[in-house]
């Protein structure tokens, strides 16, 4: 097998398409990841401008004013917040219609499938704006009056619209990967079907579930066109905010604010990729 054996020399084309590749990757990672990192290190710049690019000392002390920003961490809490409760509801809605596609045969099915994937693949804008005009038709729109949390509903439903497909497909492709001998067994030995749900399916669902919650809660914490169409006047998210700020100047603290809003979505997206790592290797 001369073509793919240990002796075949690499010739000048080999090494010219291995260069142009690996400059490729390079220019497309500057381009891509060039922008975040110097956000990142001028949030540590001394300077009373974002933007500005001459750096005059390091220091902390836009991170001290963003957390010192009470309007900043209103923003931050209502996010969580709005994060953590359509992370649990999008993740059980996501779960049993992940069970239901695996499982279940049904008349229409493909066109069940189109209909839950179809807020993967539609603009964010054209169901910030569809949702928006929803809410108002139904008379939901949020003036600011209601108790909070309760004036983060119409957000909350918005993020559980576009996050339980994402933790649908998730769950779903670990479900694949599950043995149906086992369920057969357990019900050779007497076993109901809560018990097979909750001591062999369930168990063999964690890592799935676990990544569709991460990714949930990653995608509505970083949400900002369908939160901006949805949230009443007197709600605003952290991305909103950050929004509003650049809008009048870009200062240190706004590069403060985003950097800490990063680090959490990295945090988050690496914490769900090894659990999908464990999920494809289990």
């Not at 084309?13 to 400059?23: E, G, H, I």
């Not at 994060?83 to 229409?108: E, H, K, Q």
Request: charged share 15%; aromatic share 14%.
């Amino acid at each position: 097998m001369p073509f793919f054996g240990k002796d075949k020399k690499a010739g000048p084309f080999d090494y010219s398409r291995k260069w142009s590749l690996r400059t490729v990757f390079a220019l497309g990672a500057v381009f891509l990841y060039a922008p975040i990192v110097v956000l990142v290190i001028f949030s540590f710049n001394n300077s009373r401008r974002g933007g500005n690019i001459i750096w005059k000392g390091f220091t902390t002390k836009y991170y001290e004013k963003a957390f010192g920003n009470e309007e900043l961490m209103l923003a931050f809490a209502n996010s969580l917040t709005i994060a953590i409760a359509s992370t649990i509801i999008s993740v059980f809605l996501g779960a049993l219609t992940a069970i239901v596609l695996w499982r279940f045969r049904f008349p229409l099915k493909p066109a069940y499938e189109g209909l839950v994937s179809l807020p993967i693949v539609i603009p964010e804008i054209c169901m910030g704006v569809s949702l928006a005009m929803f809410f108002s038709k139904m008379g939901m729109m949020q003036t600011g009056d209601s108790v909070w949390p309760f004036n983060l509903t119409n957000i909350i439903i918005a993020h559980i619209t576009f996050s339980f497909p994402f933790a649908a497909m998730v769950i779903r492709t670990r479900l694949q990967s599950f043995n149906r001998e086992m369920e057969e067994a357990a019900k050779d030995l007497g076993a109901n079907e809560f018990q097979v749900f909750k001591d062999i399916l369930l168990p063999h669902m964690k890592p799935g579930l676990i990544a569709g919650a991460l990714l949930a809660f990653t995608l509505s914490l970083d949400d900002f066109v369908i939160t901006f169409f949805t949230s009443g006047p007197n709600t605003v998210t952290f991305p909103v905010k950050i929004y509003s700020m650049v809008r009048f100047s870009v200062t240190p603290e706004i590069n403060a604010a985003s950097t800490i809003l990063i680090i959490l979505t990295l945090f988050l997206t690496f914490i769900a990729l090894r659990y999908q790592r464990m999920d494809s290797t289990s």
